[in-house]
């Protein structure tokens, strides 16, 4: 038997996850799995999705072996799974247009959804305009000040952006905004959420629609190598590049799975975003799972050059392998994810986000300790041309 | 007293109880067992006092200020329950705390209970919590004797409503309306509707108490001339205390006034 199955029992891994969510919003939760677990085996809306993801959105994306950084590391082979190639710059389309398809087959006519720097906003926007909903993104007013240029592009892609004032005016209070949006209007609105958090279903569910990640990344590599990876790398923000990386993956136990946390400015700093690293396990946005929190159980806030990366929990099912073992979860700084990020930009042409910087500046260091026939996957989860002015400003460099 | 004598006796005089909400610690927890005092002696039957959180995501912008205001002013898990233990101690009025349940799980539920019994607390209201979620939590309450309070909404199916009544102790907590918790100018004609619906299901079982948007006296005799045990109000008594922060006597004065009118509301004199 499989170590590790499909579907969580009452939406738990382990102890992770659940649903504690007001009873208000239990009706929709579960409105949602009885779709979800309809529509999954619908050969019809299979069949739509990946039509839209492959003529739409650009899968699958190349395995690329970077030869260049692999040579000056001088260690296991690195390849790049281009995530970035995708349309919008990111993975986040795996899951948008997955779950913009279900909203529209559930007959919802408006879709909210929260996000950080906008790079969520930004594919539920594609995703919702080429398929006719009205989308509403909630955004921190702090994030919105930040990130202008991405407001204006979610503007552009016809959707509404909510300034959020409440709490630290950051990502998880965008969150909590969302669902209260949600609880108001559970009948007609569908809460696109943008990583594997939040209540059961929706960890499985971005999880399912990320997988295709890891389904590409194991053919490709079977088909280039002949053989299984020894090592795959992302970075964890809520989780869902990482989750869709690995999860095809789990079973075969050979491949080390390895997370990325955003350390900021040093865990001893107290100002990162590590909740797996450095957290504590806590209760919200309907999950059991790690949170960055102090000793009464406030949650606390959060910093990192990466706004991606920029969320006080994880989700649960990255919680569960870690205490399975099964995954290991490490930090790195800003400092160090910039220095990955000029680094990959010099030797391989490819600008990279600033989130999975983060994930590549550990996998070097990785690849210098294995042997020169290992093989590294790191999801290449997005395009740098975002955090081009944020690491100008890093570098003091006036543009 | 506890939450279910109160409601019996309210019940034999034919009348329903007014429950009152505040936050623990807003504006400073020196002020809370003053408010509480005035909402008792303007006719409360049933306090409910809030713990502080940093993601109320149950609460409108109103009681998501006080919040804020309560954290600020150094309001932690344990100060709160200190507060109740003076209120109990200075009042005869069952007193229930409202919390998210990430405080909780965070002090560890069991010493969470034990903590609130030794602050005499009659029971514990915790509105992310559904019943599936609460294998370990009601247990540990039953065991330290405290009333668990879940909630309903308008989107609760009679199949989920049974379930929940065997969960609960001391008063059913019914969420009028789809949203969050802050006044409304109206009455929703739903919430009326949906009192009538689950009444069949409660009566003679567990009290009906009904909140999330009650902030007026003919919006309390309404649902309480539809039959239900009890109103809540909330976010009324949080935007005065806001209000008038900055002169402790108004706002004394004004909650006291203001809870003995609501509390008329809920007195049937054709019963
Ligand atoms: C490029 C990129 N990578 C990673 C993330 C982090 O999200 P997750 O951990 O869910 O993959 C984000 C989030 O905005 C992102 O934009």
């Known amino acids: 038997m499989k170590e590790f199955t499909n579907n969580p029992l009452d939406g738990k891994y382990g102890k992770y996850g659940g649903r504690f969510v007001p009873e208000t919003l239990m009706s929709a939760v579960l409105e949602l799995e009885k779709a979800y677990s309809s529509l999954k085996k619908d050969p019809d809306f299979k069949e739509e999705l990946e039509y839209y993801l492959s ?100 503007n552009l892609l016809n959707a509404k952006v909510h300034p959020v004032e409440s709490g630290s ?64 790398v992302a970075c964890v923000g809520g989780g869902s590049n990482a989750m869709g990386t690995f999860y095809p993956f789990l079973n075969d136990p050979s491949v080390k799975l390895y997370g990325v946390e955003a350390a900021g400015h040093g865990i001893e700093s107290g100002k990162h975003a590590a909740s797996l690293c450095a957290g504590y396990e806590g209760v919200l946005h309907g999950m059991l799972t790690y949170f960055l929190q102090d000793e009464h159980g406030q949650i606390c806030t959060t910093h990192s050059i990466s706004a991606g990366l920029d969320y006080p929990g994880v989700g649960p099912e990255h919680s569960f392998l870690k205490a399975k073992g099964r995954a290991e979860y490490k930090s790195v700084t800003d400092d160090k994810a910039v220095e990955a990020f000029l680094e990959l930009s010099k030797t391989e042409g490819i600008v990279p986000a600033l989130e999975p910087s983060h994930s590549l500046a550990f996998a070097i260091e990785l690849a210098g300790t294995m042997k020169k026939d290992d093989l590294i996957v790191l999801t290449l989860s997005g395009r740098g041309d975002k955090d081009v002015q944020v690491v100008a400003d890093y570098l003091k460099v006036k543009v | ?146 009333d668990t309070i879940f909630l309903a909404s308008p989107s609760t199916t009679i199949d989920r409503l049974e379930k929940i009544i065997k969960y609960t102790s001391g008063f059913l907590y019914l969420v009028s309306l789809f949203g969050v ?48 045990d009890g109103a809540i109000v909330g976010s009324a008594f949080v935007e005065m205390i806001k209000r008038s922060r900055y002169d402790v006597n108004m706002m004394l004065n004004g909650i006291r006034r203001y809870a003995s009118e609501l509390k008329r509301a809920t007195i049937l004199k054709s019963k």
Request: net charge positive; glycine share 10%.
């Open chain 1, 55 to 154: 003529e739409y959105a650009g899968r699958p994306t190349p395995l690329y072996f970077a030869k260049n950084l692999t040579e000056k590391v001088g260690g296991a082979k690195i390849y790049l799974k281009r995530e970035d190639l995708l349309h919008g710059g990111a993975h986040k389309i795996n899951n948008t247009m997955g779950q913009a398809l279900m909203a529209k087959r559930m007959g919802k006519t408006r879709v909210i959804a929260e996000t950080g720097a906008g790079q969520h906003g930004v594919a539920t926007a594609i995703a919702c305009a080429v398929l006719g909903l009205k989308a509403e993104i909630y955004m921190g007013k702090e994030d919105i000040e930040r990130q202008k240029l991405n407001v204006f592009r979610m």
């Open chain 1, 169 to 232: 005016m950051t990502l998880k209070d965008s969150i909590n905004e969302a669902l209260r949006d949600w609880v108001t209007n559970i009948q007609t609105t569908y809460y696109l959420i943008g990583s594997v958090v939040g209540p059961h279903p929706y960890p499985m569910i971005v999880r399912d629609f990320q997988s295709v990640i890891g389904r590409e990344i194991k053919a490709q590599i079977m088909k280039k190598e002949n053989g299984l990876p020894d090592a795959l």
């Open chain 2, 1 to 146: 007293m506890s939450i279910e004598k109160s409601f019996k006796r309210l019940k034999e005089e034919g009348n329903g109880a007014l429950i009152s909400y505040i936050m623990g610690g807003d504006p400073q927890p020196d002020l809370t067992p003053r408010i509480a005092g005035a909402l008792v002696e303007g006719g409360t039957d049933i306090l409910e006092l809030g713990i502080p959180f940093s993601d109320p995501i149950a609460d409108g912008p109103t009681i998501q200020g006080a919040n804020q205001r309560a954290l600020s002013s150094g309001t932690t898990p344990l100060k709160v329950l200190e507060l109740a233990s003076q209120i109990k101690d200075d009042h005869d009025v069952p007193l229930v705390i409202l919390t998210y349940y990430n405080p909780i799980f965070r002090i560890g539920p069991k010493k969470f209970f034990d903590m609130a019994k030794k602050s005499k607390v009659d029971g514990v209201i915790v509105p992310d919590l559904p019943v599936e979620e609460a294998q370990d939590y009601k247990p540990i309450a039953d065991t330290h004797g405290l």
């Open chain 2, 181 to 228: 918790t802050g006044a409304r100018e109206k009455l929703q004609q739903s919430t009326i509707y949906i009192i009538k619906k689950f009444l069949p299901y409660t009566a003679g079982r567990i009290p009906l108490a009904v909140g999330f948007g009650i902030s007026q006296p003919h919006h309390i005799k309404s649902i309480i001339e539809a039959g239900a």
